[in-house]
């Protein structure tokens, strides 16, 4: 495969309007709800299970519209915000695979939160590690993953699932 192994957020804006990897690729949803800012690094045959794995970031800022609303008086990055990243990624993944359709995430097994993502911090960093790829009808991804912020972890996921039709089913 001659595809990048990092992007940066002209691309990922790119990839929001199928411009990146071809009109009937997977894309990305569109700002406020693109929780990725960066790609750093995407290879298919890194990770635990030597079936791929994808690092990739988002910059945070105080005026980031969820800090407005989750909480007033205590603001944090929603935990479901983080995983919605990890499922982002996965979907990226699929994408700069080669594949075609409509992404869907399809569920998580398991999910561990462990810390916060404040107003103050500096950078949310969302790392997967690919289990399976399972390229029938329906292309299952299959992937473990983690939220970092500032270098240390706060959420593991396990079994985030996302799947591309190929037609509609």
């Not at 398991?110 to 390229?135: C, D």
């Not at 593991?156 to 039709?165: F, H, P």
Request: net charge negative; proline share 5%.
């Amino acid at each position: 495969m001659s595809q990048a192994n990092a992007y940066d957020y002209e691309d990922i804006i790119r990839c929001t309007r199928g411009e990146l990897f071809g009109p009937n690729s997977v894309r990305l949803p569109s700002p406020n709800m693109l929780m990725l800012d960066r790609v750093v690094n995407i290879t298919e045959d890194g990770g635990q299970h030597g079936k791929g794995e994808a690092i990739a970031e988002l910059d945070i800022r105080p005026d980031l519209w969820f800090f407005g609303c989750h909480f007033p008086d205590d603001p944090l990055m929603p935990g479901s915000l983080g995983i919605e990243g990890l499922l982002q990624l996965t979907g990226f993944f699929l994408a700069w695979k080669g594949y075609q359709g409509k992404v869907r995430a399809m569920g998580v097994d398991e999910v561990r939160f462990s810390g916060e993502a404040r107003p103050s911090a500096k950078v949310v960093a969302y790392h997967i590690q690919v289990r399976r790829l399972v390229p029938l009808k329906l292309t299952m991804c299959v992937a473990d993953g983690t939220v970092s912020v500032d270098g240390r972890e706060i959420y593991t996921a396990k079994g985030l699932r996302c799947a591309i039709a190929r037609s509609e089913v």
